[in-house]
């Protein structure tokens, strides 16, 4: 081999490693999940009389408008009304929870009233009431861009999300990266691998016949690696949410989203 | 809370054909599933629904184990006059949820 030859080769093999290596996707390229599912799901998505999520949404107004426990104020009684009072909010979420200090996301968040406001017991996470209210709720920023707050103590929370997303997990060795970053567009079996956008939670998922949130949608995933999904409102998933967020800042929010 | 979406246009002109959509929220729970307990989970489906417009029928379905959860029905049918389209839907246990609509015809 001439030194030429062993020139090229070398560079070849830079190449590849720079290829290999992680990139973020560039702000032009991202689509949305919604761009990767069939037209039938798109449409279904699109219409409100059609999408089983609205109907979550519809549950959601009402418990809004409840006193949730003997003596607790609604959520209209202090915010009014939603279309209004929630309007984007949903779409800054995960934020700082100025009275604790704490990162909390929107479930959480809810929560945090239900106990300091409406003198209620929290909900569960995943159960029907905080989903619906989490969509009703984020039906509000329907349009609207993600927009993660500019706040410094969130800057912790996404470096650490980014690390958990670029951790290696599970028997099957898979990082979140190395199938949304590296390999979107291409497919798993038949799905298609799409870029993982938290754009469209909580959603309604065909395949779980049900709404979902997305620390659902990540379990799903770890499970998939044959992982150990962290629990339902652990650290890990608030810290999680936090850097998808940034991750998916500027694009449409789409709740309640429809996918496969 | 919300039991179903309906969908009926609030007016029409005589003889103009409109789509009708009905979403319902129900588990449409097919009773073949197993629980975490191993168990079966059991069945709770709807049986039928039927649609009736100014009390006559013009739109009815029977139901089964394999439809999925929260179904939707979208049908058309000609707007003759303005009246009260009537909506019913009865489960395993033989009961009956009713909701209704009205569609002003010009």
């Known amino acids: 081999m001439s030194w030429r030859a062993r020139g090229l080769a070398l560079a070849l093999l830079g190449l590849a490693g720079a290829v290999g290596a992680r990139a973020d996707i560039p702000a032009g390229e991202r689509k949305s999940g919604a761009l990767f599912m069939s037209k039938q799901t798109q449409a279904m998505q699109a219409d ?4 089983p999520g609205m109907l979550a949404a519809a549950e959601g107004e009402g418990l809004w408008n409840a006193s949730p426990a003997p003596g607790g104020k609604s959520c209209a009684q ?17 934020a ?8 909390v996301d929107l479930d959480g968040r809810i929560n945090v009233c239900r106990q300091e406001k409406q003198n209620a017991s929290p909900l569960a996470r995943e159960s029907r009431e905080l989903l619906a209210l989490s969509a009703y709720v984020g039906l509000q920023s329907r349009g609207l861009a993600v927009a993660p707050p500019d706040d410094a103590r969130l800057a912790a929370a996404r470096e650490r999300g980014r690390a958990l997303w670029e951790t290696r997990m ?23 691998i799409p870029q993982a956008h938290a754009n469209a939670y909580p959603i309604y998922r065909l395949e779980w016949q049900g709404m979902g949130s997305l620390q659902r949608r990540l379990r799903n995933c770890m499970s ?37 | 809370m919300a039991r179903a979406l309906i969908n009926v246009p609030a007016k029409a002109k005589r003889g103009e054909i409109v789509e009708v959509k ?18 079966f989970i059991q069945r709770e489906i709807l049986k039928s629904f039927a649609c009736t417009y100014d009390g006559e029928a013009v739109f009815s379905a029977d139901l089964h184990p394999a439809m999925s959860a929260n179904p939707f029905f ?6 003759s006059q303005s ?17 209704t609509a009205k569609i002003d015809v010009e």
């Not at chain 1, 599970?170 to 298609?192: E, I, M, R, T």
């Not at chain 2, 979208?74 to 707007?79: C, E, G, K, L």
């Not at chain 2, 009260?84 to 909701?99: L, M, R």
Request: glycine residues 12%; proline residues 7%; charged residues 20%.
């Open chain 1, 48 to 51: 409100d009389t059609a999408n």
């Open chain 1, 78 to 94: 202090c915010h009014g009304a939603a279309e209004t009072a929630m309007k984007g909010v949903a779409a800054r979420y995960p």
């Open chain 1, 96 to 103: 700082v929870h100025e009275a604790s200090g704490r990162v």
């Open chain 1, 170 to 192: 599970g028997q099957l060795n898979f990082s979140c990266a190395q199938c949304h970053d590296d390999n979107w567009g291409k497919h798993l079996g038949s799905a298609p």
């Open chain 1, 224 to 260: 998939g690696v044959r992982g150990e999904p962290f629990a339902l409102g652990s650290p890990e998933f608030i810290d999680l949410e936090a850097f998808l967020a940034a991750r998916a800042q500027g694009m449409p929010v789409e709740t309640p989203g429809v996918r496969p």
């Open chain 2, 22 to 39: 009905v979403l319902i929220s129900h588990p449409m729970e097919t009773g073949f599933r197993m629980g975490p307990d191993g168990k």
């Open chain 2, 74 to 79: 979208a049908f058309n049918m000609v707007a």
């Open chain 2, 83 to 99: 009246g009260v389209v009537t909506f019913s839907w009865t489960d395993d246990k033989d009961q009956t949820q009713v909701q």
